[in-house]
């Protein structure tokens, strides 16, 4: 939604000249010449979240690894604890626990997705695909608002035309997105573009106060 926001709001901000032929003003999705510093400061936290993330399970991995080599009683005692707190009785448990006892991976395993910490193993290219799906995904749907300068000479109705695509996109976006989760489509359709046209609001707004 930054891209479609940050375009939208420039463009109806600005109202830039056009050309004849019509041409798309790549200018305005990077007005200052440079890619929006907010944008990858947002890839920056991806990535070292996603990082993070990895980095966090590989420790805890290590560290179950360590104590099921050190101490396996001790983890074996921890397992037969919280089922009896289920109340599986001992006589079937114990077959669980021995069977992990004798396979040190998949107790490991177990540990981290299922008993103690319920972690899920990361995909190791997860920090890198994250941060580019997101820089691609700003400046594709950064492009909508601007598509019809390709078309429009005028830019007053250019303005109007890619605020009316927009505000379609959204509410197509929204309609998928509230299909897709199990919520009610036709709502998330509506507050999606609600929010949308209010953010771009917003930020035309505020854009207009510092400029007096």
Same mark, same amino acid.
């Given at each position: 939604?930054?891209?479609?926001?940050?375009?939208?709001?420039?463009?109806?901000?600005?109202k830039p000249l056009q050309t004849d032929p019509p041409t798309i003003p790549v200018v305005n999705l990077f007005p200052s010449?440079?890619?929006?510093?907010?944008?990858?400061?947002q890839y920056?936290?991806?990535?070292?979240a996603a990082k993070g993330e990895a980095d966090h399970y590989a420790r805890e991995v290590k560290r179950e690894q360590e104590e099921i080599k050190t101490i396996p009683k001790t983890e074996a005692a921890e397992? /037969?604890? =919280?089922? %009896?707190?289920?109340? &599986?009785?001992?006589?079937?448990y114990s077959p669980v626990v021995n069977a992990l006892r004798k396979n040190p991976?998949?107790?490991?395993?177990?540990?981290?997705?299922?008993?103690?910490?319920?972690?899920?193993?990361?995909?190791?290219?997860?920090?890198?695909?994250? /941060?580019? =799906?997101? %820089?691609?995904?700003? &400046?594709?749907?950064?492009?909508?608002?601007l598509f019809p300068y390709i078309f429009i000479p005028q830019a007053a109705d250019a303005v109007v035309t890619s605020?009316?695509?927009?505000?379609?996109?959204?509410?197509?976006?929204?309609?998928?997105?509230?299909?897709?989760?199990?919520?009610?489509?036709?709502?998330?359709? &509506?507050?999606?573009?609600?929010?949308?046209?209010?953010?771009?609001?917003?930020a035309f707004c505020l854009a207009k106060v510092v400029q007096l």
């Open positions: 939604m930054d891209g479609f926001m940050s375009s939208l709001a420039y463009v109806c901000m600005k010449g440079d890619f929006p510093e907010g944008e990858i400061q920056k936290d991806e990535y070292l397992v /037969a604890e =919280t089922l %009896a707190h289920y109340e &599986v009785e001992p006589h079937e991976q998949a107790w490991v395993d177990f540990m981290m997705r299922l008993f103690e910490l319920g972690l899920e193993k990361p995909e190791p290219k997860r920090a890198l695909q994250s /941060a580019f =799906t997101i %820089a691609i995904a700003y &400046v594709l749907v950064g492009f909508i608002p605020v009316v695509i927009t505000l379609l996109l959204l509410f197509i976006f929204g309609y998928g997105k509230g299909h897709f989760t199990g919520s009610r489509p036709f709502k998330s359709a &509506v507050e999606t573009a609600f929010i949308g046209a209010v953010a771009s609001a917003s």
